[in-house]
């Protein structure tokens, strides 16, 4: 699916869990202690489904992020092998060691 719309699904599942399952039992006469431990256990889904998802879209920030800074460096390297300039011009390191021997 597509991500964004994918992340809001399985942020919106976990707090339907919290907040449906114990409206669920308590409209339906359960007592509070068993309305209690269902509304912890939806709200520990919610945080899990929260972190998840913020630790993905974080993965994803990060993987763009790298991406877009490989490609700069090879553009700007490309354009200074290009240029001759760098370590690698027109004399270079070798160059330099030859003519004072």
Known sequence: GIT??????????????????PLKLYCAG?????VSRTLVRGLMSFLKH????????????LVGTHSSLEYMTTCLGDAQAGAGGGVGGSMGAAGLRGAGA
């Open 4 to 21: 964004p719309i994918r992340s809001f699904a399985n942020i919106g599942g976990g707090f339907a869990e919290m907040v449906l399952e």
């Open 30 to 34: 359960s007592d509070s202690n068993r």
């Open 50 to 61: 929260v972190t998840v998802e913020s630790i993905d879209l974080t993965e994803r920030i």
